[in-house]
């Protein structure tokens, strides 16, 4: 799948060369300055019951490559089993009542260190209506309930229940709520982007696409995927298990250079 621009045709963020990417985030400094958007965001605390963590947030390209470097760190074992949840994430959330963020253990973070501007933004702007929010995130929800309904495919309530727009339970250090304006720290992330992607590419995706998505389009190609989510969560749901339809894919599955790379 490609645009157009400038008068040539432009990759979007699932076809561009990761090796190359890296290489060009590492050279232009991209990580660092990265964390110091990250540490320009007050500290905060809350009170840990992960229920923002239903789903792998959206993350903006440069920090798509942040985390692909992150699990490169990783030893090979634990770098499948997280890309392996990737997978089923990407293939089973509408089905599982009991999807999560792939890097959710228990109640915290594995990866809250390194964690993207979506998950600190959450709790740091609160919508003007808070339940008209929430009933809105469910709306959507409902939305896609009925799509895929009309494709054979039975979404548990649970799922839909999880949708949150916001979270009132995010305290600063002394335990006062805390507010700050999302769209310029947005902003600033996103011109990082602009040094590897095309700038028509940048305001098309923006920070909508999750992790699992970004894999997934890169590893299968966005065409395919849509198609490939409905003929296997059709076939988990006849009684297939799930973990028998990741083993056969994962044999067949072409991982994106360099997480291909020994």
Request: glycine share 4%; aromatic share 6%; charged share 30%.
């Amino acid at each position: 799948m490609r645009i157009e621009a400038a008068g040539q045709s432009a990759p979007r963020s699932d076809e561009a060369d990761l090796t190359r990417a890296l290489r060009r985030a590492r050279r232009a400094g991209l990580f660092a300055r990265l964390d110091e958007i990250y540490a320009s965001l007050p500290a905060t605390t809350c009170e840990g019951c992960a229920r923002c963590c239903f789903e792998s947030p959206g993350i903006f390209f440069v920090e798509y490559l942040a985390l692909i470097e992150r699990l490169l760190a990783l030893p090979e074992s634990e770098r499948t089993r997280l890309l392996r949840a990737a997978l089923r994430e990407l293939l089973f959330s509408w089905i599982d009542p009991d999807r999560q963020c792939l890097f959710l253990e228990g109640s915290r973070c594995s990866s809250y260190a390194t964690r993207p501007l979506a998950c600190r933004l959450f709790g740091l702007v609160a919508p003007s209506e808070r339940d008209q929010a929430e009933a809105q995130a469910r709306l959507a929800a409902r939305e896609e309930v009925r799509r895929l309904g009309m494709l054979g495919i039975r979404v548990p309530e649970e799922v839909v229940q999880r949708a949150l727009a916001s979270c009132d339970r995010v305290r600063d250090e002394r335990g006062r709520p805390v507010r700050v304006d999302a769209d310029p720290l947005a902003a600033r992330v996103a011109r990082l982007d602009e040094h590897l992607l095309p700038r028509e590419v940048v305001v098309e995706e923006f920070c909508f696409r999750s992790l699992p998505e970004r894999l997934g389009a890169a590893a299968l190609g966005r065409e395919a995927i849509e198609l490939m989510q409905v003929q296997l969560m059709r076939r988990a749901q006849r009684g297939e298990s799930t973990e028998d339809i990741l083993d056969r894919l994962w044999e067949s599955i072409r991982l994106p250079a360099p997480l291909a790379e020994e």
